[in-house]
């Protein structure tokens, strides 16, 4: 799963734990099917047209974890 804000345009990578994002900051507890509102959610589905976080990128890569689909 991702995470992402209504306001933003980037997507963020979820740890296995599903409470942080790589980067660091906290996901709210919801799981909708598109990013609402100024919160980071979790969404069932990579947001189109939005890039991935370059952070949750290096950081996962970093931690040994495979690259997200």
Do not use: T, W
């Not at 979820?14 to 609402?36: A, M, Q």
């Not at 509102?37 to 040994?64: M, N, S, T, Y």
């Amino acid at each position: 799963m991702f995470a992402a804000s209504a306001q933003s345009r980037v997507f963020h990578l979820i740890e296995p734990n599903d409470h942080r994002i790589f980067c660091g900051l906290s996901v709210s507890p919801f799981v909708s099917e598109k990013p609402r509102g100024e919160r980071v959610h979790i969404v069932k589905f990579r947001p189109p047209e939005r890039l991935e976080c370059k952070h949750c990128k290096r950081l996962q890569l970093g931690a040994g974890y495979p690259k997200a689909p």
